[in-house]
């Protein structure tokens, strides 16, 4: 598989690089942010998302969808961190849609439409502790009746305070540590005993914290088997980890602009900063990085789009190397930058918190640089 861009791919990145350079700057987080707004991010501009046909890119033509892959979902997701558009289009369009495939023709028929049509907001409510261990699920599904009751707490819920639609990890038998014994369950907004706290995160979006005091759900929310959830909630997170590593390049090469454009304008001593060879040293050597990083995040979109068996293991690569990379990425743009590098006037303060929450979101550098060790055999 060649390490570039297809003529199409390349056709559908000029589109939406200009679409949301116009519509989702850096200004319009700001705006949002200022403006104290509830929601986290704008829903006519979800509309539009779907307009474009971006909110089904992994949908299946036949469902509707663009029936296109993780490659064009990095695209829009690149584009997107480098704009620091505020967006539920990961964990939506990505994360979610990919758990809902694991379904039945009921359930994909259920929700499928309405993520299509800009209306379905989509969380994924898997971790429960400080960091991200799915396989430490301990909120527990006891059978009730003809269907499930969910009880337990779920923490960094990306969007779970306006999700339509909560993907959840809950275990029917097991303990924690197992990973068989999970089991993925559709649960709908409003359903009684859910109870959803907001919190603003350091980079001003919004996630959640969920309370399921005895939720009970009917036997069609189980996506995929009863205790058989660990593998399409394997492949819904690998899916959102690649795409949260696509928006960290995004992250990381506006952080790099930032700093260069500054570097060719800010004098020293008389001299351009951009001028010293210590600098220019350091900014080849993030360059550097960055490549490494982009062309791991590609191989592993590119074989999760093919099904390829190895296609976790570079996962964990591309998204351990890109949160490294974007962290030198964002940190050196604060170095260089000097002192203004911390007000808030500057953007570059802006793209440092954003990627300290990506970095997080699916499982940070250190749990996936130990993830690959594993995989390895190690």
């Given at each position: 598989?060649?390490?570039?861009?297809?003529?199409d791919q390349t056709m559908l990145k000029d589109m939406a690089a200009p679409f949301l350079a116009e519509h989702a700057p850096v200004k319009h987080l700001r705006q949002l942010r200022d403006s104290g707004d509830e929601t986290g991010f704008?829903?006519?501009?979800?509309?539009?998302?779907?307009?474009?046909?971006?909110?089904?890119?992994?949908?299946?033509?036949?469902?509707?969808?663009?029936?296109?892959?993780?490659?064009?979902?990095?695209?829009?997701?690149?584009?997107?961190?480098?704009?620091?558009?505020?967006?539920?289009?990961?964990?939506?369009?990505?994360?979610?849609?990919?758990?809902?495939?694991?379904?039945?023709?009921?359930?994909?028929?259920?929700?499928?439409?309405?993520?299509?049509?800009?209306?379905?907001?989509?969380?994924?409510?898997?971790?429960?502790?400080?960091?991200?261990?799915?396989?430490?699920?301990?909120?527990?599904?006891?059978?009730?009746?003809?269907?499930?009751?969910?009880?337990?707490?779920?923490?960094?819920?990306?969007?779970?305070?306006?999700?339509?639609?909560?993907?959840?990890?809950?275990?029917?038998?097991?303990?924690?540590?197992?990973?068989?014994?999970?089991?993925?369950?559709?649960?709908?907004?409003?359903?009684?005993?859910?109870?959803t706290e907001a919190v603003r995160l350091a980079d001003s979006s919004i996630a959640a914290r969920i309370d399921f005091n005895g939720v009970e759900v009917d036997a069609g929310a189980v996506i995929g088997a009863v205790d058989g959830g660990?593998?399409?909630?394997?492949?819904?997170?690998?899916?959102?980890?690649?795409?949260?590593?696509?928006?960290?390049?995004?992250?990381?090469?506006?952080?790099?602009?930032?700093?260069?454009?500054?570097?060719?304008?800010?004098?020293?001593?008389?001299?351009?900063?951009?001028?010293?060879?210590?600098?220019?040293?350091?900014?080849?050597?993030?360059?550097?990085?960055?490549?490494?990083?982009?062309?791991?995040?590609?191989?592993?979109?590119?074989?999760?789009?093919?099904?390829?068996?190895?296609?976790?293991?570079?996962?964990?690569?591309?998204?351990?190397?890109?949160?490294?990379?974007?962290?030198?990425?964002?940190?050196?743009?604060?170095?260089?930058?000097?002192?203004?590098?911390?007000?808030?006037?500057?953007?570059?303060?802006?793209?440092?918190?954003?990627?300290?929450?990506?970095?997080?979101?699916?499982?940070?550098?250190?749990?996936?640089?130990?993830?690959?060790?594993?995989?390895?055999?190690?």
């Open positions: 598989m060649a390490l570039f861009h297809t003529e704008s829903r006519d501009l979800w509309r539009q998302f779907a307009e474009m046909g971006l909110t089904g890119v992994l949908v299946p033509e036949a469902a509707g969808g663009s029936g296109l892959g993780h490659v064009e979902a990095g695209i829009v997701l690149e584009e997107i961190g480098r704009n620091l558009a505020p967006s539920p289009f990961l964990a939506t369009a990505v994360a979610a849609v990919t758990a809902l495939k694991a379904g039945d023709a009921e359930l994909r028929a259920r929700y499928l439409p309405g993520i299509l049509a800009g209306e379905t907001v989509a969380a994924i409510a898997v971790d429960e502790g400080r960091k991200h261990r799915p396989a430490a699920t301990a909120m527990m599904a006891e059978r009730a009746g003809n269907g499930f009751r969910l009880t337990g707490g779920k923490q960094f819920v990306a969007h779970g305070h306006v999700a339509n639609l909560l993907v959840v990890a809950a275990r029917t038998s097991g303990n924690a540590g197992d990973e068989n014994g999970i089991t993925l369950f559709a649960v709908e907004k409003g359903a009684a005993g859910l109870f660990w593998q399409p909630l394997a492949r819904a997170l690998d899916a959102g980890r690649a795409g949260a590593a696509a928006e960290m390049l995004g992250v990381a090469g506006a952080a790099m602009a930032l700093t260069v454009d500054y570097l060719r304008q800010r004098k020293q001593f008389g001299r351009l900063i951009g001028e010293f060879q210590a600098l220019q040293h350091r900014t080849a050597h993030l360059y550097s990085e960055l490549e490494i990083a982009r062309a791991s995040v590609l191989k592993a979109q590119q074989l999760l789009d093919a099904g390829e068996a190895g296609a976790a293991l570079m996962v964990a690569v591309a998204k351990a190397k890109t949160g490294r990379a974007a962290a030198l990425a964002v940190q050196e743009g604060i170095q260089m930058h000097g002192g203004i590098g911390m007000t808030d006037e500057y953007d570059i303060g802006l793209y440092i918190k954003r990627h300290r929450v990506l970095d997080e979101f699916f499982g940070d550098a250190a749990f996936h640089a130990d993830r690959v060790a594993r995989l390895n055999g190690y």
